[in-house]
């Protein structure tokens, strides 16, 4: 039996500090406590704790929830991590009777339903932003429906599109996203305790008690495999990652686009701030950082990755590297999807940039062969024609001249206005605006569908406060 408030014997070891996990794993503290407050009223339930008993561990635990709350708490770098700081200070409070807190359970299964509690709410959090982006983005594109712009291959003019249209290209990769967000928390939402170490326990628990009271679809049906699952780490941080990389396609496209070379977009501080010494300079720079903060979303499933790879089952205390990679994707992607947002909103696109680039009448290429098809011509034939033309005469269209291809005669030069040519893609998920409209009714609905899948995660998210506030009857 340890004395009160001190060092237990399992933590006192000379190579404590670098065993100490207390500066990663602080952030679990609430749900570390909500996981034992479930924990000790399922030891209560099976006879494991009297009534009593359970009373003053809750009321214990829920002193210590608010010294964290507070600022208050008296962490001890000499006691490991955030689960024996509790424990400790939890056993100072309430005596000895806190150390009947830990009955069944070991720091391992407790570490990770701690980490799947936090899951809920890092994917609730990053729902909610990913979501005001999404709204941006569908402000936007509606807003700009009707602005054609040049669509790119190779980042070469390649046929006409609208802003409306490219916005909402973002917006359904995006729509994945948080498809991937959800499932994977759904496929998380199996609860770990009661696994113990790897092996159960002796002592007759019953962690569908605790799995309920937590809000999960069910408990884990191996302990081996429990202990040492961090399937949902490595899911969110593959989703935050794709989710990284999409924000970065985006954020190149601001930074090409507020380029002079392309000048569609106005350089507004909205992007970024200026330079130390050039005095003209007006970068875009959150969209730069945007781009560049992909690369350490990556380089956070890599590690966590590489750390998994080939461990034993049961667990290895190599997890404990398993935090940092998380925390910080998490935070990166809050920022990121914060000031994406910002960006969306802010976007200040040129008409007359727009115009001119779209008046290339190499854009319309395209469109000039399917003309020429429409009359009987085999499109290879028509392709080659077309090309053929464009290159004689230095990428133009030379209206006598156009009349005179196969399959043209003197109404083939209207297909040549751009806005005409847009509207002519209307085609299911083409730029046309009116096909663009169809799309953003379809977007709007998806997202009202994804608004309440977030409510009812915020509900389980909101349990975990719940029961570090609720006082027994
Ligand atoms: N700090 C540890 C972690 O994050 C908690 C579990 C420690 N378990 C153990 N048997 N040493 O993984």
């Given at each position: 039996m340890t004395s009160y408030g001190r060092a237990p014997a399992y933590v006192q070891t000379p190579v404590g500090p670098f065993l100490n996990s207390l500066s990663v794993d602080r952030p679990l503290a609430r749900y570390d406590l909500a996981g034992s407050i479930a924990h000790a009223e399922m030891l209560g339930q099976v006879g494991l704790l009297t009534p009593e008993e359970i009373g003053r561990l809750l009321h214990g635990l829920r002193q210590v929830a608010r010294e964290v709350a507070e600022g208050t708490f008296p962490w001890q770098?000499?006691?490991?991590?955030v689960h024996t700081n509790i424990e400790v200070r939890l056993t100072e409070i309430v005596g000895p009777v806190g150390g009947k807190v830990h009955t069944a359970r070991s720091r391992n299964d407790q570490v990770a339903l701690d980490e799947r509690l936090y899951l809920r709410a890092a994917v609730s959090t990053l729902a909610h932003r990913l979501v005001r982006v999404q709204e941006a983005l569908l402000r936007r594109a509606s807003e700009l429906r009707e602005t054609p712009m040049p669509g790119y291959t190779h980042l070469q003019r390649a046929q006409p599109v609208t802003v409306g249209h490219y916005l909402l290209a973002h917006y359904w990769r995006f729509d994945r996203d948080l498809d991937r967000l959800f499932a994977s928390v759904a496929r998380a939402n199996v609860c770990p305790l009661g696994a113990g170490a790897l092996a159960g326990s002796t002592l007759g628990i019953d962690p569908d008690v605790v799995a309920r009271r937590l809000a999960f679809d069910r408990a884990f049906e191996n302990s081996l495999d429990a202990a040492s699952d961090r399937d949902p780490l490595a899911e969110l941080l593959f989703d935050l990652s794709l989710l990284a990389v999409h924000a970065s396609g985006l954020a190149e496209e601001v930074v090409l686009f507020a380029s002079k070379e392309f000048g569609f977009l106005e350089r507004t501080p909205a992007l970024g701030s200026g330079s130390s010494l050039m005095p003209q300079k007006r970068n875009p720079d959150a969209a730069e950082l945007i781009r560049g903060k992909a690369g350490r979303a990556v380089g956070d499933l890599i590690a966590l990755l590489t750390t998994l790879k080939g461990l034993p089952l049961g667990y290895d205390r190599d997890l404990q590297e398993d935090k940092a990679p998380v925390l910080d994707a998490v935070a990166t992607l809050t920022a990121v999807l914060d000031t994406l947002g910002e960006v969306v909103l802010g976007l200040v696109f040129v008409p007359a940039r727009l115009q001119q680039a779209v008046?290339?009448?190499?854009?319309l290429a395209t469109d000039v062969a399917e003309e020429l098809v429409r009359h009987g011509v085999p499109f290879r034939t028509a392709h080659d024609a077309v090309g053929a033309h464009l290159r004689a005469h230095d990428g133009t269209f030379v209206a006598a001249e156009l009349a005179r291809l196969p399959g043209a005669d003197a109404e083939t030069a209207r297909t040549l206005d751009p806005a005409t040519a847009v509207a002519r893609r209307a085609s299911a998920g083409g730029p046309a605006p009116a096909a663009v409209t169809r799309q953003l009714e379809a977007a709007r609905s998806r997202l009202a569908a994804r608004t309440s899948s977030l409510s009812s995660l915020d509900q389980k998210v909101g349990l975990v406060e719940e029961l570090l506030n609720e006082e027994r009857t």
């Open positions: 770098q000499e006691l490991e991590d008046a290339d009448p190499e854009l």
